[in-house]
């Protein structure tokens, strides 16, 4: 059986494997050694050795853009987990029992749908949406539903509350996939164990605290791993929502919409470089602590 | 007190009126939240342009129309979009199928030295902040005569769609029993034949999961095709965005955009709304 087995291997695997040494390795690279570089964009370039990260740590927009990414990291996942946990619990145990199983609320089917609706959607296109709901007139959504006697909210216009507004966007286009990812998590564990606990007088509150959320602790660091990741990314909805370039006031300034300004308006790719390796460090180190932080020893 | 809640559970899982009123109104409401922006996206859209700019809400079009959608359709480069979108996301989406149930199958039926090195790798890649390799992408396909081309933009979306796709697959083909393959070998079948007469049907419901949500991926993306592309060669999404910057205020005829470039998705997702949402968290869940 052995026999004939590295020809598939090697031909199976050399396609994938080619792609990802020239757009990933590769990229990353050149990504490095650009960030040593004072290349504009155009033309050439002369290596400055540390020139660009010296520049970064007195740059006060960069401390700025990575305060933006850390309270994000922080606070985004939390409420996502939180938000999407309660609702697969709901959806799955959260209703009556029948039959000695416990089953989701009336109208489960119709809720994992519309949760997961904003998830099909292109940021693009959620961004565009949430420019008209946050419209600072009263032709706004928000501002047409507010009471009349209250003055227009300006939303992404006003510096104190532009990033949480971008904050809300991003939950909610997400929660709908963590939902289902809980859902799916909680479906493989066994019935039996809620009718045990249940038979104990478990109450609701128990059955998730000491049943559901340690089962699932694995997806939970899935999904911690993942919001993670989307907390260091936001550039398209920076993008397209922010007032400003990042504004107003550089109020809601981040990294990966930092790496955009310097490469592409400021013409300081070599600046931008530099950025990019911040935040790939960054991210690797977040990846690596979430994964190490709350690992627990397999019980299998 | 205690006594009676506690019989009261025995017959049905902690539950009491109080808890179901709670979780019913919590969900009503919660899916309202979630689902009224979709709904004013498109009320706005059937809203002529007095109605969209009026200070008082309507919250259903007084005098519905349906211009928005036509002077959409109209506007420079839509067509274009929309053909463009369809040929980088299919060429991206039939090529990660290709190979990547390809490296799926040698993942999940070949014991080979560097296995868990290649898994690894896989996995990593969805960890990378894709800005942070915009710049390099982008002189890479310069370099190769590929920026401003649908092909360029297809080879980046195979990267970008090829982890997931392996991870998935991988997963589908594990649970295809090894028994199989080995029946179907004494019977005499080559190994070729195995894969290509027993899994590849087997997977079936993996290649439609991870084909549509790669559909989505491909078509939903907008960052790569807008910075390595111009607009007659960019997909809906940046044509909608360069209308968004282009013409602040028409909302109306901007929200219809935005509904014709969800409707493939939309309408996919309705299609196969079950196997989406296995397909896409399988790789997840198992991780």
């Known amino acids: 059986m052995r026999h004939g087995k590295y020809p598939f291997i090697i031909g199976f695997l050399v396609v994938p494997l080619a792609l990802y040494l020239v757009f990933v390795v590769g990229a990353y690279l050149q990504m490095f050694q650009l960030s040593f570089t004072d290349w504009s964009g155009f033309g050439g370039f002369h290596y400055v050795g540390f020139d660009n990260f010296v520049k970064l740590m007195e740059d006060p927009v960069f401390w700025i853009a990575l305060r933006h990414n850390l309270y994000i990291l922080i606070a985004m996942p939390i409420v996502t987990i939180a938000i999407a946990l309660f609702f697969a619990f709901l959806l799955n145990v959260g209703g009556k029992s029948r039959g000695g199983t416990t089953q989701g609320v009336r109208g489960s089917k119709a809720y994992r749908i519309i949760f997961f609706f904003p998830q099909l959607l292109a940021l693009a296109i959620v961004a565009v949406i949430f420019g008209r709901v946050f419209g600072p007139d009263r032709s706004g959504m928000l501002n047409g539903l507010f009471p009349d006697s209250w003055s227009p909210w300006l939303f992404l216009a006003d510096e104190r509350w532009a990033l949480l507004c971008i904050a809300v966007v991003l939950i909610w286009q997400q929660i709908g996939f963590y939902v289902v990812l809980f859902s799916a998590g909680m479906g493989s564990i066994g019935q039996e164990i809620y009718e045990a606990a249940a038979l104990d007088g478990a109450t609701k509150v128990t059955l998730f605290f000491r049943i559901t959320l340690p089962l699932l602790w694995d997806t939970l660091q899935v999904a911690w791993v993942y919001l993670g990741i989307a907390a260091f990314d936001l550039f398209a909805l920076v993008n397209i929502m922010s007032v400003n370039k990042g504004g107003p006031n550089n109020a809601t300034q981040v990294l990966s919409y930092q790496i955009y300004l310097n490469a592409f308006q400021n013409s300081q790719a070599g600046y931008a470089s530099a950025i990019g390796v911040v935040l790939f460090f960054l991210t690797l180190t977040f990846a690596a602590l979430t994964l190490r932080v709350t690992r627990r020893d397999a019980v299998a | ?287």
């Open chain 2, 1 to 287: 007190m205690a006594a009676a809640r506690q019989d009261d559970q025995v017959l049905t899982v902690g539950r009491s009126r109080l808890g179901t009123i709670f979780a019913n109104t919590g969900g009503v409401l919660f899916a309202l939240v979630m689902i009224f922006p979709v709904y004013w996206v498109l009320n706005t859209a059937l809203k002529p342009r007095d109605e969209v700019m009026s200070f008082r809400p309507y919250f259903v079009p007084a005098h519905p129309t349906l211009d928005n959608f036509s002077s959409a359709i109209k506007a420079e480069n839509f067509v274009e979009g929309l053909i463009n979108g369809l040929v980088i996301t299919l060429l991206a989406v039939a090529a990660a199928l290709v190979v990547g149930f390809l490296a799926a199958l040698a993942i999940a039926r070949f014991a080979f030295y560097g296995r868990k090195a290649i898994i690894l790798v896989i996995l990593c890649v969805q960890l990378v902040p894709l800005l942070a390799l915009i710049i390099p992408l982008f002189l890479m396909l310069q370099k190769a005569n590929l920026t401003n081309s649908l092909i360029g933009v297809s080879l980046v979306y195979l990267m970008l769609l090829l982890p997931y796709t392996v991870w998935t697959l991988r997963g589908f083909i594990a649970g295809i029993p090894k028994e199989l393959d080995e029946a179907a070998m004494i019977d005499g079948c080559t190994r070729a034949q195995v894969f290509w007469k027993i899994i590849l049907p087997l997977t079936g419901p993996g290649l439609v999961a991870t084909a549509v949500y790669g559909f989505i991926q491909a078509w939903n993306e907008f960052i790569i095709v807008n910075t390595l592309n111009s607009p007659a060669k960019q997909n809906l999404m940046a044509w909608l965005l360069q209308n968004q910057t282009e013409r602040g205020t028409a909302w109306g005829p901007l929200m219809a955009g935005a509904i014709i470039t969800s409707l493939p998705v939309v309408i996919f997702f309705l299609l196969i709304q079950r196997n989406i949402a296995t397909g896409l968290t399988a790789g997840a869940v198992k991780g």
